[in-house]
């Protein structure tokens, strides 16, 4: 009897206070505040192997070390996502896109993965 592999997770890196609506939509998020945290994380994330998806802000891309880049372009796994913020949320008068509104807000924002 072979066992079967471990499903791999999506995981989220934000930015302090921009973790909620990922919260509540049931994702791991790990907040980070600096370079030395999102490489320590990066580098969790590649010994654990468990995540098929690391989502980080586009803002914080630049912030990766040469070793976990070249560690990254080495291994299949975690595809790297990246995702921004709105800069501005705006409201409409109609019923159904304040709802789409709310909706984005309590679970998160869109991501769209790059490849």
Same mark, same amino acid.
């Given at each position: %009897?072979?066992?079967?592999?471990?499903?791999?997770? %999506?995981?989220?890196?934000?930015? &302090?206070?921009? $973790?909620?609506?990922?919260?509540?939509?049931?994702?791991?998020?790990?907040?980070?505040?600096?370079?030395?945290?999102?490489?320590? $994380?990066?580098?969790?994330?590649?010994?654990?192997?468990?995540?098929? =998806?690391?989502?980080?802000?586009?803002? %914080? $891309?630049? &912030? =990766?070390?040469?070793?976990?880049?070249?560690?990254l372009?080495?291994?299949?796994?975690? +595809? =790297?996502?990246?995702?921004?913020?709105?800069?501005?949320?705006?409201?409409?008068s109609?019923?159904?896109?304040?709802?789409?509104?709310?909706?984005?807000?309590?679970?998160?924002?869109?991501?769209? =993965?790059? +490849?």
């Open positions: %009897m072979t066992s079967s592999p471990k499903p791999l997770t %999506m995981k989220i890196i934000a930015h &302090w206070g921009q $973790e909620t609506g990922f919260r509540l939509g049931g994702a791991s998020v790990v907040c980070i505040a600096n370079q030395a945290e999102l490489n320590g $994380e990066i580098a969790t994330v590649l010994e654990e192997g468990d995540a098929g =998806i690391l989502a980080i802000p586009v803002d %914080m $891309e630049g &912030w =990766i070390s040469e070793k976990n880049l070249r560690a372009a080495r291994s299949v796994k975690p +595809l =790297i996502a990246r995702y921004d913020y709105p800069g501005q949320w705006r409201f409409f109609d019923a159904s896109q304040i709802a789409d509104a709310l909706t984005y807000r309590a679970l998160g924002y869109h991501l769209r =993965i790059k +490849l």
